[in-house]
């Protein structure tokens, strides 16, 4: 995954296999040794003549692994390594790869045209044979598996600059029509995090410096064109109300928003309960259910009993705000963060759901590394169960890991917004992750920049590489990882 390579022709794949290329930049990665590896045994040398057959010589030279479970273990973001495995025994710690347009992992192109597939040649001589065939072929065939891919993107803001770009377009939907938009609403469930508020109660500011973020209720336009089937307001902005102070009124009025366009929301409601309860959607017939969390603005923005307000992440914010002198909580030590309530609600949504994504609003901004805050909180919803776990904040990207049975992503960066104090702060990826029935089996990050203050548009080439190797960098820099 280190690699940041999931898409090469089958001549590139080739010569990676064969060790005739040696280096991922070569084929548009990131700078490192591209070894082969593979998962043979000396005893069988049926499949070392397989895997002859893809890899040549190479095959007897390669790094070879007993178990699929140790190669995976080996793959860690500075291996290098590349082999071939069979679509069942991948996870999201390797990056798999297309080929010529063809993806048996994430189910596109023809995938009975993939090269790489150990084919038997079976002939019925006999009546009895022939009786026996089709049994027979049936359970020579590896299926195609169930695929469903979810989406998740990172900070959601069509306000200030960003909302006068949009305005003088003349198009509300502006910010999503077009390629990324389309690839959105091609998910089977795009998530997204909207990081202010939408409201008709006072004109929105416009292009100026302030930190008042609200949209007006058309800029939904651009929200359900991509398709957006959930949004988590567990942010810091989502009060906010334009030029006049209004309460918990915008808030209101952005949930009434967002129902009201068929799009679920998580992580704040009208009092605790319904803040911390979870969306649901059953896709093809695999139960999955999230939860949203905000550590920014919840010890003044919480919901109680009561009163409105977004879903806390700390089981209490008392100790915060307690502190001489005061800090924002999330910039408070990792030491003062509860984390009891979040896993009892991951738990308990694991016994109703198949699979559970836990979305977070964490950490501190402008930096690829996470705070320590943001990884203890993270990583305890991944271990509570959590198979997916996306943050959100930084308006930079930030690490990766992989837990035992988890994916995490630490921030995905800003989405749609008007910063550009840095390069960083226009660019991000989408996060595509792909099951296999209820399995989570493949990752994907899709990298993006965002032009004119709201529109992101997807890159490749050298700013592709840049922006994952981010990610990556950061990466490796996370303690406990080897």
Known sequence: IGAAVDVLTKSQLDELLRGETTDWSAVGGIAGSAKPAAVVSPADPAALAVLQGWMGNTAERAATFASYDDLRTAMTFGSGYIGLVPVSEVRPGQMAIAVDGIDPVRGRGDLAAWPYTEKIWVRAETNRGREALDALVAALTAPAPTFTTIVATGDILQSRCALTQIRASGDWGAALR???????????????????????????????DITNLSSPPETMEALTLAGFDEMTVATNHVFDCGIDYCANRAFLQTLDFLHGAGIKSVGGGINLEEALAPAIFE???????????????????EATDTEPGTAPLDDSYDDEKASIPHEPA????????????????????????????VQIQSGTEDTHIPSPRSIKALRAAADAGADLVVGNQAHWVQSIEWRPNSFVAYALGNFIFDQTHTPEHTQGYLLEATLHGRLLVAVRFVPY????????????????????????????????LP
Not at 196 to 205: F, T
Not at 284 to 298: K, Y
Not at 330 to 357: C, H, M, N, P, Y
């Open 178 to 208: 077009g390629p990324v938009g389309e690839y959105l609403a091609a998910a089977d469930l795009a998530l997204g995090s909207l990081d202010g508020s939408i409201q008709d109660i006072n004109p929105p500011y416009g292009c100026v």
């Open 283 to 301: 896709v093809h017939g695999v139960r999955i259910g999230i939860l949203g969390f905000d550590d920014i603005s919840a010890e003044d923005l």
């Open 330 to 357: 999330f910039f408070q030590s990792a030491d003062k963060l509860g984390v009891t309530r979040l896993q009892e609600r991951i738990r308990q949504l694991k016994t109703q759901v198949d699979f559970v994504i």
């Open 449 to 480: 920049q965002i032009e004119d203050k709201y529109r992101p548009v997807f890159v490749q080439g050298a700013l592709r590489t840049k922006i994952v190797g981010d990610v990556i960098a950061a990466s490796r820099q996370l303690p406990g």
